[in-house]
């Protein structure tokens, strides 16, 4: 099926720093989600794009749709311990209404003490 | 407080057994899915439903089942045909557009 390439696998950095991730896609995408997972729990929606060249803020988070409409950036600025965890891209496999989603396999973040 | 409700939150199955997955939500939204997460992976979908008694297969749907006969329910039943059953069990719901709403998920360890 469809795959969803994300960038790092993993980051160890220190509280305050800036993150980058990214999400890429054999696949034009008409829209991008981001979504923070913590352990044990289900993920939690942060952003949505819908449209190529979208920059959209929640907070401390920004998130970009890539202008090529196969990737997707995801920036944290100024980190901090809640930050931890597992962030995931995601797509729909359609453009019409509610269509299942194609995950990406995640970029789990830990910051170092 | 409108949300999706997983239960149980840890659950332990016998070889051979069927077991269900609860899911409920009180968001009035249309779709409803299911996810299965191992270890260090994404998400891969087992079944999703748009409508009331109606839903389909997702990518890994062998050993699993679903019904929906309520708008607020999608129980899953992993079925013994599940050979590796052990996992992080999630189910979401959307509405209109494709942004999906997670639960806390199920989960299940065989023993």
């Given amino acids: 099926g469809q795959q969803l390439n994300q960038s790092p696998q993993s980051m160890f950095i220190q509280e305050g720093e800036d993150v980058s991730m990214n999400c890429t896609s054999s696949s034009i995408f008409n829209t991008w989600l981001w979504y923070k997972q913590d352990p044990g729990e289900g993920p939690v929606l942060l952003i949505a794009l819908y449209k190529a060249g979208e920059l959209t803020s929640n907070g401390r988070l920004t998130a970009q749709f890539g202008i090529t409409r196969k990737d997707s950036f995801l920036n944290i600025s100024a980190s901090i311990p809640s930050d931890v965890g597992i962030y995931f891209c995601a797509g729909p496999l359609s453009n019409f209404g509610n269509e299942k989603l194609t995950f990406g396999t995640g970029t789990r973040l830990t910051i170092i003490p | ?111």
């Fill in chain 2, 1 to 111: 407080d409108g949300g999706i409700t997983q239960s149980p939150k840890y659950l332990f199955r016998k070889e051979g057994q069927n077991v269900t997955l609860s899911c409920e939500q009180n968001l009035n939204h249309d779709a409803m899915y299911w996810y299965r997460q191992d270890p260090g992976q994404g998400l891969r979908l087992i079944y999703y439903s748009q409508i009331v008694n109606d839903f389909q297969k997702g990518d890994i749907a062998e050993g699993y089942s679903v019904s929906r006969e309520k708008k607020e329910s999608f129980p899953l039943t992993v079925t013994s045909a599940q050979k590796n059953p052990t996992a992080f069990y999630l189910c979401a719901s959307s509405t209109t557009g494709p942004e999906a709403f997670f639960g806390q998920g199920t989960r299940l360890t065989v023993v």
